[in-house]
C-alpha cells in the first residue's frame, strides 16, 4: 500500500487535529455526540446541553441525510445546519455535520466546524478532492464495504490535495452476521494506529445499530486504542425522525461518560 501523506513515519508520529478548542490525537478522549438527524431547535438545543453538561468534545447532528429509502425523512437542510450551528455556539461546542455532494460544499462549510464524509461516500472521489482543498478537519467514515487499505487510500486523496486534518472513524462493516446492523470491526483500530499518523475515532451507535450495544462497544474501542467516540444521542430516542433505535437518551449518556472516562484514565495513565 503506498501511503505518501498519512502513512505513520516512527513510532512517535501522530497527526493531532485542533479545532478551536478541541484537540484530536493527542491522548485525549473526545466524545462527539448527538441526534442522527437535527430535528427541531427544542431537539438540537437540549441535546446540546445536557451531552456538554457530561463533557461531551463536539455536537453531531446531520442535515442532509443519506436515507436507504427516499420516503424516510431526508433531513432539514440548511435549517438544519444554522440550528446545530447556533446549538454549539450557544453551549461552546464545535459541531460536525454530513457533507454528500460536492454542490453542498460550499454552504455546509459555512457552518460546521467539522465535515463528515459518510459511509456511502467514502470512495466518492470528488467529493473527497473538494474536501481536500479546505483546511478544515474531515472526519471519514470507513465505507460499509472497504478495507483498510480503500478506506486509507480515500484519505490520502483528500490530504493530497492539501488538507491533512483527517480523523478516520470506524463505524462497522457489512458481513454475513445479521443480529448487528453492522460488524464493527475494531482490530482496525490498533492497525490503522501501526500504519497511519492519523488519529481513529469509533461510532458504535452506527457500528452496532443496537442502543444495548453502545457502553460495552464504546470500552472496547477505548480500551483499543482509538482518540474518541461518536454516540447519537436523541432527548426521546422512541420519537427519532432517524436511528433512535440505536440512539441514547440522555440517563444512557450520562451512564457512558461516568463509565468511559475513568477507564481512559486508567488505561492511559
Ligand atoms: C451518520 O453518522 O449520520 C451516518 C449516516 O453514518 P454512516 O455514514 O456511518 O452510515
Ligand atoms: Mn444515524
Not at 474536501?131 to 483498510?148: C, D, Q, T
Not at 448487528?180 to 475515532?201: C, E, F, G
Request: aromatic share 6%.
Amino acid at each position: 500500500m503506498e501511503l505518501r501523506l498519512i502513512s505513520k513515519k516512527n513510532e512517535q508520529d501522530k497527526k493531532i487535529i485542533s479545532c478551536k478548542n478541541l484537540v484530536i490525537g493527542d491522548g485525549s478522549l473526545v466524545v462527539i455526540a448527538g441526534p442522527c438527524s437535527v430535528e427541531s431547535r427544542e431537539q438540537i438545543f437540549k441535546t446540546a446541553e445536557f451531552v456538554k453538561g457530561q463533557g461531551a468534545n463536539v455536537l453531531r447532528g446531520g442535515a442532509y441525510k443519506p436515507r436507504t429509502s427516499p420516503y424516510s425523512f431526508q433531513g432539514l437542510g440548511e435549517e438544519g445546519l444554522k440550528l446545530l450551528r447556533e446549538a454549539g455556539d450557544t453551549f461552546q461546542l464545535p459541531v460536525i455535520s454530513e457533507i454528500m455532494d460536492t454542490r453542498e460544499v460550499e454552504l455546509i462549510n459555512g457552518y460546521v466546524d467539522i465535515l463528515q464524509i459518510g459511509s456511502r461516500n467514502m470512495q466518492n472521489y470528488s467529493l473527497l478532492k473538494e474536501v481536500g482543498r479546505l483546511k478544515k478537519p474531515v472526519l471519514l467514515k470507513r465505507g460499509m464495504a472497504a478495507s483498510l487499505e480503500d478506506w486509507l487510500m480515500a484519505a490520502e486523496y483528500i490530504a493530497s490535495e492539501g488538507n491533512d486534518n483527517i480523523i478516520l472513524c470506524e463505524r462497522g462493516i457489512k458481513t454475513f452476521e445479521s443480529y448487528t446492523r453492522n460488524t464493527l470491526d475494531l482490530s482496525a483500530v490498533p492497525l490503522i494506529k501501526s500504519m497511519s499518523a492519523l488519529p481513529i475515532i469509533v461510532d458504535p451507535s452506527h457500528g452496532t445499530g443496537l442502543r444495548s450495544l453502545i457502553l460495552p462497544m464504546s470500552k472496547a474501542s477505548i480500551a483499543a486504542g482509538a482518540d474518541g467516540v461518536m454516540v447519537e444521542v436523541h432527548p426521546i430516542p422512541e420519537e427519532a425522525l432517524s436511528d433512535g433505535f440505536q440512539s441514547l437518551n440522555f440517563r444512557e449518556f450520562k451512564d457512558l461518560m461516568e463509565k468511559i472516562k475513568p477507564l481512559h484514565q486508567y488505561l492511559n495513565q
